[in-house]
């Protein structure tokens, strides 16, 4: 199998202007041609689109914007995890010989009617994703004692961190008191706790071990990666206080890359809600089932931004087919000392935890400069 | 429109089993996700437990479970007292209006 790294990456602002999809993907792919002088359009083998709007060919339209004629050229949809999913895709390519070359532009739009998950009948009348995460925090809470002080910790965090990067929608601090007062979506989860639809887009360029040097002198190498389905159906999780798809993809991602928890230096992950970031630290083994709650505090208080250095989903907004490749650009940013007011001093090895549909779905990547 | 929603619409709660598997199909399908053996149709028990809840307004919205396998979200009615981590309860209502609704009432 041959190595594959990051050689480039685009990124534009999120935001709710009216644009289209199209717009929106040809923006970051630009961005990445301006960011990587030495990268031609014929030097891409393949043209991947991450997105969950029922636009059609939009891998090829984007080639053909981009001036690209590739050999491989498709969507990846999986909902909020078609990002790493589509880089995982981009990984097999590559590592298989079938390409050398891959750009990925993953966008969503804000207004786009896909991002509920309709056809899950186990979740009744109750479809949007805020009665999900509503069930993880009521659970969590009542087995390990989390707090609504302990959940607004995470967004506190988050909205700070994202204060330092110029592509998150919202460029705003909140204070946990403001959080915990904001408005009541449920018993359980306030407004701020959660992670908002707006516009997106963010592209990164793979190649493989012969042609990486090309791009850049800093590759990001992809050393691990984990998959996993546990269902389609929210409640066929039966444990409402894990996150069992990032368990199996994080083992075997770590597995994979012969790294540990305690080897990861900086992280992304998927907190579309408060709750989600305290279980997935705790599923992704970083602390103790129970602790992950201590583990975010103690970052809030000491300014540590080992975990969601760009603002996460909550502090950044959650294009959902562009979060996945946004979280990837912001790790392969920090393995390159390239994260400027952001940086985690001395980063070497990075994950991102990129989940989808109530957690029915994970994907796992590891990282090392 | 399927089965399922069909009979939903009919205040009826039924689920796909594999005769071959002698197992319940959830969530419902024409064929065993086991064997890919045609299914038979049947009622699921309208007796449950309750799995989680929260609420929204003045509603309560939980998930509840059937047949130690079946479960859905859907609306507790209001009692008088708090409801409790795996106490009994019933579906007392289901329907289908471009949504799965269940409606369930605690023993």
Redo the contacts between chains.
């Keep these: 199998m041959r190595r594959v790294a990051i050689g480039g990456f685009g990124l534009t602002k999120f935001n709710k202007d009216n644009i289209s999809i199209e717009s929106l993907m040809l923006s970051s792919v630009k961005s990445l041609f301006d960011n990587n002088s030495n990268l031609v359009q014929k030097d891409i083998d393949a043209v991947l689109t991450s997105t969950n709007d029922n636009s059609k060919y939009l891998a090829n339209i984007v080639s053909e914007f981009a001036g690209i004629s590739p050999k491989i050229s498709h969507t990846v949809e999986s909902l909020c995890n078609s990002g790493a999913n589509s880089v995982v895709s981009a990984f097999s390519y590559i590592s298989s010989g079938l390409a050398d070359v891959v750009l990925v532009v993953g966008a969503e739009k804000f207004d786009n009617p896909g991002l509920v998950l309709e056809c899950d009948i186990s979740r009744g009348q109750y479809k949007h994703p805020v009665y999900w995460s509503s069930m993880f925090t009521r659970s969590h809470m009542r087995k390990y004692g989390t707090t609504r002080e302990d959940l607004a910790i995470v967004s506190a965090k988050n909205h700070r961190n994202a204060l330092a990067n110029p592509y998150a929608y919202f460029n705003k601090a909140y204070s946990v008191d403001e959080i915990m007062q904001s408005k009541n979506i449920t018993e359980d989860v306030r407004v701020l706790d959660c992670s908002f639809p707006c516009n997106g887009s963010a592209a990164v360029l793979l190649a493989s071990e012969e042609i990486i040097k090309k791009f850049t002198d800093c590759p990001v190498w992809i050393t691990g990666i984990g998959q996993k389905t546990i269902s389609a159906g929210f409640t066929k999780n039966d444990d409402l206080t894990s996150m069992k798809s990032t368990q199996y993809a994080a083992n075997d991602a770590y597995a994979m890359s012969k790294k540990e928890p305690k080897d990861v230096d900086v992280a992304e992950v998927h907190d579309a809600f408060s709750i989600c970031e305290v279980m997935e630290i705790e599923d992704l083994h970083f602390t103790q089932k129970g602790h992950g709650s201590q583990f975010v505090k103690n970052m809030y208080e000491t300014q540590d931004k080992k975990i969601n250095p760009r603002g996460g989903l909550i502090g950044t907004g959650h294009p959902l087919g562009a979060t996945g490749i946004a979280q990837i650009v912001e790790i392969s940013q920090q393995l390159q000392s390239k994260a400027e007011k952001r940086q985690v001093e001395g980063a070497k090895v990075g994950l991102v935890q990129n989940m989808s549909a109530a957690a029915t779905s994970s994907t796992v990547l590891i990282f090392e400069s | 429109m399927n089965k399922?929603e069909n009979e939903l619409k009919n205040d009826k709660f039924v689920c796909s089993e594999c005769p071959k598997c002698n197992k319940l199909v959830w969530?419902?399908s024409n064929f065993c996700s086991g064997c890919f053996g045609n299914v038979i149709w049947r009622q699921v028990s309208r007796n449950g437990k309750l799995?989680?809840?929260?609420?929204?307004d003045n509603t309560i919205?939980c998930?509840a479970e059937f047949e130690n396998l079946i479960?859905?979200?859907?609306?507790l009615e209001i009692g008088s007292k708090e409801p409790q981590?795996g106490q009994d309860l019933e579906l007392v209502k289901c329907n289908y209006d471009g949504?799965?609704?269940?409606f369930f009432q605690l023993k």
């Design positions: 399922f969530p419902p799995v989680e809840f929260s609420k929204k919205f998930i479960r859905i979200m859907g609306e981590i949504k799965e609704n269940f």
